[in-house]
């Protein structure tokens, strides 16, 4: 009777020790939940603050930069700031340059500033220092949106070119469609780079086989701008023409070409 009782007794202990465990481990999950939680509202108010600081700095960059978008409306803007430029020396003016150039791709409302690379150094140069700024450019977008994420890009994106490049997001080539893509005149080139960082390309990817893509454009730019500062008539009515044609048939066939990259997707997805 009593061994009876003790292994009731000691079955009994175990059952209360089992609930208790099954209490204190019920008690450590809510507190873990609870933690979690507070974690990740502090980490969305750190994201909006800082979303909001960046979005701040750029507004306030964008308000300095209305000086330099009039300069690039008229020819005696232009020599003004070409001017300008040339007051920096030596490293300097190639510096101010390459921010300017950097700041045209954050801020996509400054005219793009590869024709003044032109004026300034010459094709080649200009080339070589509008690459590097639009490099540094893209890198700082690359920086911020990997940093910031989605808030970031629908800040700066219009909803009409999210969901007009949506099929980037899962785009199983997409090192080879975003070469195609900044190959063609006409494309938002700048805008794409907001929504490049939000797939699964690898940066080294995109910054050594993507990015070169944008020299063509560069350089038929820089040497608009250099025939333009030699006074070469003839070079710079060819490159206009040829810029022409080439900007022409792009307007034709690229949203052909997105479209039809966006029903590839759909019917890949639909399989």
């Not at 979303?51 to 930069?65: Q, R």
């Not at 020599?79 to 040339?86: F, I, M, T, V």
């Not at 690379?117 to 949106?145: D, E, R």
């Not at 070169?212 to 701008?225: D, F």
């Amino acid at each position: 009777m009593e061994e009876t009782e003790m292994k009731k007794f000691k079955k009994e202990g175990c059952e209360v020790r089992q609930e208790l465990t099954a209490i204190k481990e019920n008690i450590d999950a809510k507190k873990e939940a609870v933690r979690e939680r507070i974690r990740h509202r502090n980490k969305r108010t750190v994201q909006i603050v800082s979303v909001i600081a960046i979005l701040l700095v750029l507004a306030v960059a964008t308000v300095l930069s209305i000086p330099l978008i009039k300069a690039f409306r008229s020819p005696e803007g232009l020599d003004a700031l070409k001017s300008k430029l040339e007051s920096y020396s030596g490293i300097w003016g190639v510096i101010v340059f390459t921010v300017i150039q950097a700041l045209q791709v954050i801020i996509a409302v400054i005219p793009p500033v590869q024709i003044v690379g032109g004026l300034l150094f010459g094709w080649l140069w200009g080339t070589v220092f509008s690459f590097g700024g639009t490099l540094l450019g893209t890198f700082c977008i690359f920086m911020l949106v990997s940093r910031f994420g989605k808030p970031l890009v629908e800040a700066f994106v219009d909803e009409k070119h999210l969901k007009r490049y949506k099929f980037l997001s899962d785009e199983k080539k997409l090192t080879a469609i975003l070469m195609v893509l900044y190959l063609i005149p006409g494309i938002p080139k700048d805008v794409i780079s907001y929504i490049v960082p939000l797939t699964d390309i690898r940066r080294r990817d995109f910054f050594l086989y993507v990015m070169p893509c944008r020299l063509p454009a560069i350089l038929m730019s820089t040497v608009l701008g250099s025939n333009v500062g030699s006074g070469n008539v003839k070079a710079v009515v060819g490159v206009i023409v040829a810029a022409a044609v080439i900007g022409l048939l792009g307007f034709i066939f690229k949203d052909g070409i997105v479209q039809k990259m966006n029903r590839r997707k759909k019917d890949s997805s639909d399989s």
